[in-house]
Structure formats: structure tokens, C-alpha cells
């Protein structure tokens, strides 16, 4: 075997390896994103949570990740009160808006609720929370009380959405 031949074995072998890869990339993808769901249930289950009130929850509404700062326990409480239908003192209730926060110039997650598709004319939002936007319909009393659970807990579900399950 001679130097150019010897090349050409390594390059179809990367190629065919390369080939496979591609081949097996979605089943993999499937797969991870399954184990992934399966690590988060489990931790969910560990730690005493409702999974199906969670899932639930997460069907209908979208609550991006939440520290706790600045106006974001107000969006939290606003949005529970609306899912309770108490009046929130908003100009604008879900599904049409959502409650955020935004950073902007020195300020931390300070309130800014907008419609969907919208965001504020200075900053950007850092936490929102309401229904999820292609939602057309009326919650029903089941997944409002999901939500509510959800929202109620919402700091350690995502916190142990984040832990690696080994």
C-alpha cells in the first residue's frame, strides 16, 4: 500500500462513518430527548411533585426560566389571580398578553407585560409567563388548577428540571 492509498482508506472510512452518523442522527436525537424526559420525571417523582399536574401545566402555558428577582414573583402572583379569576389590575389580561420583566439600563426584572409578538421599546424581557400563544380556547377548571400548582411551585420544578440524574 502506498502513501495516496492509504490516504484514501482514511478518507472513505471517515466518510462512511460520517454516512452513519447522519443515518442515525434523528434515533439518537429521539433518544436523548427521551432520556431527558425520563431524568426530569424521575427527579420529579423523587422529589414528591405531581407529573401529570406538571405536564399539564406545561401544555397550555409557557413560563420561561424564573429566579425570583426583581418584579417576577408579581407576574407569578398576577397570573395566578387571573387563573383564579380575581382581577389583576393589568391593563391587559392572557391570553392576549403575558406577564414579564425585562432588564434595561441598570435595571433588573422590571415589570413590563406585552401582547405576544411584542416586547418592550427599550431592554429585553427576561422572564414572561402566561398561556402559550397558539392556546384558542378556554383553560378548563383542571388546567387551571395545574397551573396554579405549577406557578405555586414553579422555582423548585425548575430547579429540578435542571439537576443531572445520574
Known amino acids: 500500500m502506498n502513501l495516496v492509498e492509504a490516504k484514501k482508506q482514511v478518507l472513505d472510512i471517515e466518510a462512511a462513518i460520517q454516512e452513519m452518523k447522519q443515518a442515525h442522527k434523528q434515533e439518537i436525537d429521539l433518544q ?20 401529570d399536574k ?4 406545561e401544555s397550555v402555558m409557557c413560563v420561561t ?21 380575581v382581577k389583576t389590575g393589568c391593563n391587559q389580561d392572557p391570553p392576549r398578553v403575558y406577564y414579564g420583566t425585562k432588564n434595561y439600563d441598570g435595571w433588573s426584572s422590571q ?15 427576561n422572564f414572561r409567563v402566561g ?13 387551571k388548577c395545574a397551573c396554579i400548582y405549577y406557578l405555586e411551585n414553579v ?10 440524574v445520574a
Not at 436523548?32 to 407529573?51: F, I, M, P, V
Not at 426560566?65 to 379569576?85: A, F, T, V
Not at 415589570?111 to 424581557?125: L, T, V
Request: aromatic content about 8%; hydrophobic content about 25%.
Open 32 to 51: 436523548l430527548k427521551s432520556l431527558q424526559l425520563a431524568k426530569e420525571n424521575y427527579t420529579h417523582l423523587l422529589n414528591g411533585y405531581d407529573l
Open 54 to 57: 406538571i405536564k399539564k401545566a
Open 65 to 85: 426560566k424564573y429566579s425570583g428577582e426583581g418584579d417576577q414573583p408579581s407576574c407569578i402572583q398576577d397570573m395566578i389571580k387571573w387563573l383564579s379569576g
Open 111 to 125: 415589570r413590563c407585560d406585552c401582547e405576544w409578538g411584542y416586547g418592550p421599546r427599550h431592554g429585553s424581557i
Open 131 to 143: 398561556l402559550n400563544r397558539n392556546l384558542n380556547r378556554e383553560l378548563t377548571d383542571e388546567e
Open 155 to 164: 422555582k423548585q420544578i425548575q430547579l429540578a428540571k435542571q439537576e443531572k
